[in-house]
């Protein structure tokens, strides 16, 4: 039997777990959600900066380091062991470009999906459009579609960006034969079969990879971020 406390409340009486309290907003307000996205976009356009700033000197050095040992063993036969890493750097360079290529590729694709949200808040009238109007248009797709203002006639012309991937290979490709070649001659059985191997696989892989960075741009606004 339960005492009364003489306040209309029992002792042994069970108390009721406390609510919380409703908040009348609750949900960010649409400033609110942009401030938050524009700091996001700032974060990642940094990161996508930073990526760019130390691709090209990182590419210049080791090309510059590549083409000075091709040269050296070209011109010293009793060096022909530099013929066996030539590839190799290579293939190190190209991949370390294509990874920070497909990080990038990755970045864009959230910056433009910001930028859409942001157009949302904003009641569908653009604000921010390097990445959704202008980068989508002249940067991703492999081949550019242009039209003047004021004009019917449209230009289609290949992605510089894709001339410069296919030029790179078979500007390299020519080196990797002859390094791969040289390499085979003086390597003992069977061990130049598996270094010929390697080198033929990873050339491959890189050369497919290497146009990635246009795969990932056009599907970027596709993926299903929310399910495996």
Avoid: C
């Avoid at 002249?138 to 579609?145: D, M």
């Avoid at 079969?193 to 890189?206: E, M, P, R, T």
């Amino acid at each position: 039997m339960s005492k009364s406390t003489g306040k209309g409340t029992s002792i042994n009486e069970p108390t009721k777990p406390l609510q919380p309290k409703a908040e009348s907003n609750a949900s960010l307000t649409k400033e609110k959600q942009a401030e938050i996205l524009l700091v996001e976009y700032d974060r990642l356009s940094a990161e996508v900066r930073m990526f760019v700033e130390q691709y090209s000197p990182k590419f210049t050095v080791f090309a510059v380091f590549v083409l000075a040992a091709f040269a050296f063993a070209f011109q010293n036969p009793a060096y022909q062991i530099i013929y066996v890493a030539i590839p190799l750097f290579v293939f190190l360079i190209g991949y370390t470009s294509v990874a920070q290529g497909h990080i990038i590729s990755i970045l864009v694709g959230r910056i433009r999906a910001i930028e859409e949200k942001i157009t949302l808040l904003n009641g569908g009238e653009p604000i921010l459009e390097w990445e959704t109007k202008i980068a989508s248009k002249l940067f991703l797709p492999a081949l550019i579609r242009i039209r003047l203002i004021g004009r019917k006639r449209r230009w289609i012309i290949p992605n510089p960006i894709l001339l410069s991937v296919v030029f790179i290979i078979l500007t390299v490709l020519p080196m990797i034969i002859y390094s791969t070649w040289k390499a085979y001659s003086f390597i003992p059985s069977p061990w130049n079969k598996a270094y010929a191997s390697l080198v033929i696989v990873s050339f491959v892989g890189i050369a497919i990879q290497s146009f990635s960075y246009f795969f990932f741009g056009s599907i970027m606004d596709r993926i299903d971020f929310d399910n495996e």
